[in-house]
């Protein structure tokens, strides 16, 4: 790393995590950036937003459901959303303070009723149904750069950043093919640096990390990568991060970056990337 990492206090370490029961397939995002999906039906889970909140002050979250597979009209119902008074799908947003002695990692319980955001029914059949949310974070200790000075890709010719973005990605894949771990790795510092950041990692954690990504790496992807043909270009973080992504099926969203082995099955590595400001070359920014 060029910088240290820094070290917060306990009570400094601040998490903003997105609680949600649902049996509606979903996407999660956060200021225009795509943290989170499910296309099973059927699920509770939380997910964990500081890699993506760069700092203090309001923030949109916004969650898009899609139809159930079970749903012949490929259409959401309102009773897909809520059923009746005592069965309906719930989004909550919650702050926590991190404590790894804590069975789940955090300290103390959620409290549910003050950290709701209100899920609502849509008035009829719909093809998709989306709320949006502003969200207030205080706390944080940290401000981290991450694409904040990054370049609006949506007002670039489409057909020349797509070829540019290809030709990033296959250099991705083939340093995965080849074996050569390392130098993709060094090409993920900065998003590995901020995470950790996010994440309040010490630096033991992040060396013993890096370790092991190596070695994830090195056995699942090497001679195991797949081509990159099945892909389409997407902008978020409204038009400053870039991913290529599977456009469809039971892969969709997932990153074009994928591995695919007799021993260890699919895998996809997900990489987002942006430029500064008048620069041509890309920078991995998050996964």
Same mark, same amino acid.
């Given at each position: 790393m060029e910088d240290k990492l820094p070290q917060y206090p306990k009570d400094?370490?601040?998490? @903003?995590?997105?609680? +949600?029961?649902? !049996?509606?397939? /979903? %996407? #999660? @995002?956060?200021?225009?950036? #795509?943290?989170?999906? %499910?296309?099973?039906?059927?699920? =509770?889970?939380?997910?964990?937003? =500081?890699? /993506? #909140? #760069? =700092? =203090?002050?309001?923030?949109? +979250? !916004?969650?898009? /459901?899609?139809?159930? %597979?079970?749903?012949?009209? !490929?259409?959401?119902?309102?009773?897909? *959303? *809520?059923?009746?008074k005592n069965v309906k799908w719930n989004l909550y947003f919650v702050k926590l303070k991190k404590d790894d002695a804590g069975p789940l990692g955090y300290e103390g319980k959620i409290d549910y009723p003050s950290s709701e955001l209100p899920i609502i029914a849509p008035p009829a059949n719909v093809p998709v149904w989306e709320q949006e949310f502003k969200v207030e974070v205080a706390g944080l200790p940290y401000k981290l750069k991450g694409w904040s000075d990054g370049e609006d890709l949506s007002k670039l010719d489409q057909k020349v950043l797509e070829k540019e973005a290809f030709t990033y990605f296959n250099n991705l894949r083939n340093l995965l093919n080849d074996g050569k771990v390392k130098e993709f790795m060094a090409l993920n510092k900065t998003n590995d640096f901020e995470t950790s950041v996010s994440n309040y990692d010490n630096q033991e954690q992040y060396d013993e990390d890096y370790r092991e990504n190596v070695e994830l790496l090195t056995k699942k992807c090497k001679g195991n990568m797949q081509s990159i043909d099945n892909y389409v270009m997407k902008l978020y973080g409204h038009g400053k991060i870039l991913r290529l992504e599977i456009p469809q099926g039971k892969y969709k969203h997932w990153s074009a970056l994928m591995s695919d082995s007799k021993k260890y099955g699919k895998s996809s590595w997900g990489i987002m990337v942006y430029r500064h400001k008048g620069s041509k070359d890309f920078v991995i920014i998050r996964k």
């Open positions: 400094k370490q601040i998490s @903003y995590i997105v609680h +949600l029961n649902s !049996k509606t397939p /979903f %996407e #999660l @995002y956060l200021d225009d950036n #795509l943290v989170d999906w %499910e296309w099973r039906s059927g699920f =509770n889970k939380s997910v964990e937003l =500081n890699p /993506f #909140l #760069l =700092n =203090n002050g309001t923030h949109i +979250l !916004k969650i898009r /459901f899609s139809p159930p %597979e079970s749903n012949e009209d !490929k259409l959401i119902h309102p009773t897909d *959303i *809520i059923a009746d």
